[in-house]
């Protein structure tokens, strides 16, 4: 009688709230010195503006670029996510596409004020996995 092995597929687990936005803090380190390299060596259009100055439309394009580029790649994920061992992926467990990630992007703000609303509402915030623009998107983070 033959006997046949298959191996087990490992089972991954959606990422832990404070693994993403500790990788997130990593990606926003990043960017935040590209920005700043950047800034350094170029003039702005107006010294006085702090927060209402044209090149913030570029470092918007820039972050977006950036997040969903990167998790819509081969890395799935951005590097921040890659250093931590996560990874984007759909429901089904394939990569995303950059539309996706780019509705991912677009969301993330949506889910940080309804992370805030459960906060104030008493209820853990720690304990998600799945955030609202995950939800939406119908993709996962996993570890």
């Keep these: 009688m ?16 404070n693994v ?9 380190l990043l960017l935040l010195s590209i920005i700043g390299v ?13 927060v209402f100055k044209s090149e913030r439309l570029l470092h918007l394009l820039m972050g977006w670029l950036y997040f969903a580029g990167t998790e819509s790649a081969t890395w799935q994920g951005s590097i921040g996510k890659h250093l931590l061992g996560l990874r984007v ?33 008493g209820a853990s915030p720690t304990s998600y996995s799945r955030l609202f623009h ?10």
Excluded at 3 to 16: D, F, V
Excluded at 20 to 28: I, P
Excluded at 38 to 50: D, G, K, Q, V
Excluded at 134 to 143: E, F, G, M, P, S
């Design 2 to 17: 033959p006997l046949s092995y298959q191996k087990a597929k490992p089972r991954l687990l959606e990422a832990q709230l």
């Design 20 to 28: 993403r936005v500790l990788a997130f803090c990593l990606d926003t």
């Design 38 to 50: 950047i800034e350094y060596f170029t003039f702005s259009s107006n010294e006085e503006a702090l």
């Design 134 to 143: 995950d939800r939406i998107c119908k993709t996962r983070v996993l570890a």
């Design 89 to 121: 992926v759909s429901h089904t467990g394939e990569r995303i596409s950059f539309r996706c990630a780019s509705l991912r992007y677009l969301l993330k703000p949506v889910s940080v004020f309804v992370l805030l609303l459960q906060a104030l509402a």
